[in-house]
C-alpha cells in the first residue's frame, strides 16, 4: 500500500507527499533485526543451543565480520550454515569516490534487490562521522534536495541500515580514510526522511547503541537523527529514553516560505515543530540542531535571522544550536548559496541575539556527496533535473510575497519578545 497526503499550499496546489513504500519483498533475515532474546530465540528454534546467538553478535558487532573463517568458537561443522543464515550478504558495494584529500568517502551501495543507496564517511582531526541512508530516495519532495526529487524507492530495514554502519567501519577501520580510523559518529542524513521509517531506524539506533553483544555500543549522544519535521514522529522519539541529538531541517522561520521550501510545512507548521523540538529537548536534555540551507535572496534574509532567533529565545535560551549550510549545488537548480556577506550577516544577527551557531562546511560536494545531493548517480539524473526545476520555478512564481519582511514585523516580534 502506498500511503500518501495530500497537503495544499497557499496556492491551493496539492502537493503528495510519499509515506509508505510500494509493498516489496523483504530482505533476508538478519541478525541486525532483532534484539538479543529474539536471537537467541531465533537459534533454539534452528535446534542450536542460544549461546551461539551470542557468539555470531559478538563477530559481527565487536569484529565486525561475517566470515565463517573468523568464526572460530562454531564448531566448522554446518558453520557456514549457520552464519548464513543469521548475517546473509545485504548489500554490495557498487563504487568508491574519494574526496577533501581522501578525508571523505561516498560509498554506492546495492542491495539485495537492486536497490542503490549512498552513505558518506568524513574523518576529521578529532573524530569520524558516517552519513547513512534510512530510506532509498525520500517522499517528502523538498525542491532544493536531489535526493526529494528523486522520490521514494523503499524503507531501508533495520539490518540495512546497519550493514551501512559495519560495512563503512571496517573500511575505516583497514585504512581507507588514510591511517585506521573508528567511527565515533553517526548522522541520519543521508537519503531518505528517517522519522518515515520510523520503526526500522528504532531499531538500528538500539542495535547502535547496546553493548556488544547486543550492539556496537556507541555513545547515543554522537548519533544525529535529521528530519524535515514529523511532529508526532519527533514527540514519540523523545518518549523513548534514547538521548540521541535531534536535527531538524528548518530552512526558514516563518509558515509562508517553508511551506513552499518544505512541503510537509503544510501539515505541521513552524510553531508546532519548534514546540516538538524544544519538547525533545526536555525530554531528552539534548541541544537540538537546527538545520538551515541558505539559499541566495530565498532565506537568507536578515529579517529571517531575527525571526528564527526570536522563535528560538521566546522557547528558552540554550536548547538549540544553528547550522546554517550553504546550499549545495544539485541537478537542475536554478538556486544558489548565500553569498559570503549574507552568510555573515545572517550568522551575526543571531549571535548578537544569543543563538550558538555554527555554518556547517559542505564535506563531499565534488563528488556529489554533501546535503541534499544524494541520489544524482542514483536515479535518472535528468529527470531529476527536470522535477527540480519546475519545482523551484513554481515557488520562485509565489515567491514576491515572501521574500519582503512582512509590515507587521516590528510587532510581531515585540508580541514574542513580551
Ligand atoms: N530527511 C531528513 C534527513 C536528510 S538530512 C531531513 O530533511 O532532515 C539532509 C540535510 O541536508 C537536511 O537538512 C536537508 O534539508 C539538507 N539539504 C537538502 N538539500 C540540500 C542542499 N541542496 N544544500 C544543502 N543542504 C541541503
Same mark, same amino acid.
Given at each position: 500500500?502506498?500511503?500518501?497526503?495530500?497537503?495544499?499550499?497557499?496556492?491551493?496546489?496539492?502537493?503528495?507527499l510519499?509515506?509508505?513504500?510500494?509493498?516489496?519483498?523483504?530482505p533476508?533475515?538478519?541478525?541486525?533485526?532483532?534484539?538479543?532474546?529474539?536471537?537467541r530465540?531465533?537459534?533454539?528454534?534452528?535446534?542450536f543451543?542460544a549461546?551461539?546467538?551470542?557468539?555470531?553478535?559478538?563477530?559481527?558487532?565487536?569484529?565486525? +565480520?561475517?566470515?565463517?573463517?573468523?568464526? +572460530?568458537?562454531?564448531?566448522?561443522?554446518?558453520?557456514?550454515?549457520?552464519?548464513?543464515?543469521?548475517?546473509?550478504?545485504?548489500?554490495?558495494k557498487?563504487?568508491?569516490?574519494?574526496?577533501?584529500?581522501g578525508?571523505?568517502?561516498?560509498?554506492?551501495?546495492?542491495?539485495?534487490?537492486g536497490?542503490?543507496?549512498?552513505?558518506?564517511?568524513?574523518?576529521?582531526?578529532?573524530?569520524?562521522?558516517?552519513?547513512?541512508?534510512?530510506?532509498?530516495?525520500?517522499?517528502?519532495?523538498?525542491?532544493?534536495?536531489?535526493?526529494?526529487?528523486?522520490?521514494?524507492?523503499?524503507?531501508?530495514?533495520?539490518?540495512?541500515?546497519?550493514?551501512?554502519?559495519?560495512?563503512?567501519?571496517?573500511?575505516?577501520?583497514?585504512?581507507?580514510?588514510?591511517?585506521?580510523?573508528?567511527?565515533t559518529?553517526?548522522?541520519?542524513?543521508?537519503?531518505?526522511?528517517p522519522?518515515?521509517?520510523?520503526?526500522?531506524?528504532?531499531?538500528?539506533?538500539?542495535?547502535?547503541?547496546?553493548?556488544?553483544?547486543?550492539?556496537?555500543?556507541?555513545?547515543?549522544?554522537?548519533?544525529?537523527?535529521?528530519?524535515?519535521?514529523?511532529?508526532?514522529?519527533?514527540?514519540?522519539?523523545?518518549?523513548?529514553?534514547?538521548?540521541?541529538?535531534?536535527?531538524?531541517?528548518?530552512?526558514?522561520?516563518?509558515?509562508?516560505?517553508?511551506?513552499?521550501?518544505?512541503?510537509?510545512?503544510?501539515?505541521?507548521?513552524?510553531?508546532?515543530?519548534?514546540?516538538?523540538?524544544?519538547?525533545?529537548?526536555?525530554?531528552?536534555?539534548?541541544?537540538?540542531?537546527?538545520?538551515?540551507?541558505?539559499?541566495?535572496?530565498?532565506?537568507?534574509?536578515?529579517?529571517?535571522?531575527?525571526?528564527?532567533?526570536?522563535?528560538?529565545?521566546?522557547?528558552?535560551?540554550?536548547?538549540?544550536?544553528?547550522?546554517?549550510?550553504?546550499?549545495?549545488?544539485?541537478?537542475?537548480?536554478?538556486?544558489?548559496?548565500?553569498?559570503?556577506?549574507?552568510?555573515?550577516?545572517?550568522?551575526?544577527?543571531?549571535?548578537?541575539?544569543?543563538?550558538?551557531?555554527?555554518?556547517?562546511?559542505?564535506?563531499?560536494?565534488?563528488?556529489?556527496?554533501?546535503?541534499?545531493?544524494?541520489?544524482?548517480?542514483?536515479?535518472?539524473?535528468?529527470?531529476?533535473?527536470?522535477?527540480?526545476?519546475?519545482?523551484?520555478?513554481?515557488?520562485?512564481?509565489?515567491?514576491?510575497?515572501?521574500?519582503?519582511?512582512?509590515?507587521?514585523?516590528?510587532?510581531?516580534?515585540?508580541?514574542?519578545?513580551?
Amino acid at each position: 500500500m502506498v500511503k500518501q497526503v495530500r497537503p495544499r499550499n497557499e496556492s491551493g496546489k496539492e502537493l503528495t507527499l510519499t509515506f509508505h513504500e510500494k509493498r516489496r519483498g523483504k530482505p533476508p533475515r538478519h541478525v541486525a533485526d532483532l534484539g538479543r532474546e529474539e536471537r537467541r530465540a531465533l537459534l533454539q528454534e534452528m535446534g542450536f543451543p542460544a549461546f551461539r546467538a551470542d557468539q555470531i553478535s559478538r563477530h559481527y558487532f565487536a569484529h565486525r +565480520t561475517v566470515d565463517p573463517a573468523d568464526m +572460530t568458537d562454531l564448531p566448522e561443522d554446518g558453520r557456514e550454515q549457520l552464519v548464513g543464515a543469521l548475517v546473509p550478504t545485504l548489500m554490495e558495494k557498487v563504487s568508491e569516490q574519494f574526496a577533501d584529500g581522501g578525508r571523505t568517502l561516498k560509498v554506492l551501495w546495492k542491495l539485495y534487490d537492486g536497490v542503490v543507496v549512498e552513505s558518506v564517511l568524513m574523518a576529521y582531526p578529532d573524530r569520524a562521522t558516517l552519513c547513512l541512508s534510512s530510506q532509498a530516495g525520500c517522499g517528502m519532495a523538498c525542491p532544493f534536495c536531489a535526493t526529494g526529487q528523486a522520490g521514494l524507492t523503499r524503507n531501508l530495514s533495520a539490518a540495512e541500515i546497519i550493514e551501512q554502519l559495519r560495512l563503512n567501519m571496517k573500511l575505516a577501520e583497514s585504512g581507507a580514510l588514510g591511517e585506521s580510523t573508528r567511527i565515533t559518529n553517526v548522522v541520519f542524513m543521508g537519503m531518505g526522511e528517517p522519522l518515515a521509517n520510523y520503526r526500522a531506524v528504532q531499531q538500528s539506533l538500539h542495535r547502535m547503541i547496546k553493548p556488544v553483544p547486543e550492539g556496537f555500543g556507541m555513545s547515543a549522544r554522537n548519533i544525529t537523527v535529521s528530519t524535515v519535521g514529523l511532529v508526532p514522529a519527533i514527540e514519540k522519539l523523545a518518549a523513548e529514553n534514547l538521548p540521541v541529538t535531534l536535527a531538524v531541517s528548518l530552512h526558514a522561520p516563518d509558515d509562508g516560505l517553508r511551506d513552499d521550501l518544505i512541503p510537509i510545512n503544510s501539515r505541521y507548521k513552524v510553531g508546532e515543530l519548534l514546540d516538538a523540538a524544544r519538547l525533545y529537548y526536555v525530554k531528552t536534555g539534548r541541544r537540538v540542531s537546527i538545520e538551515y540551507a541558505l539559499i541566495r535572496d530565498m532565506n537568507d534574509h536578515k529579517w529571517r535571522a531575527e525571526l528564527l532567533a526570536a522563535e528560538l529565545n521566546s522557547r528558552g535560551k540554550g536548547w538549540a544550536h544553528v547550522n546554517p549550510i550553504p546550499l549545495n549545488p544539485t541537478p537542475g537548480s536554478i538556486w544558489t548559496a548565500s553569498t559570503n556577506s549574507a552568510t555573515r550577516s545572517f550568522v551575526d544577527t543571531l549571535v548578537e541575539r544569543g543563538i550558538s551557531t555554527t555554518v556547517r562546511d559542505t564535506r563531499g560536494s565534488d563528488i556529489d556527496g554533501a546535503c541534499g545531493q544524494l541520489a544524482a548517480e542514483v536515479v535518472d539524473r535528468d529527470n531529476v533535473a527536470r522535477r527540480a526545476k519546475k519545482a523551484q520555478q513554481a515557488v520562485e512564481a509565489r515567491l514576491a510575497q515572501h521574500r519582503e519582511e512582512p509590515k507587521d514585523f516590528a510587532d510581531q516580534l515585540a508580541t514574542m519578545r513580551s
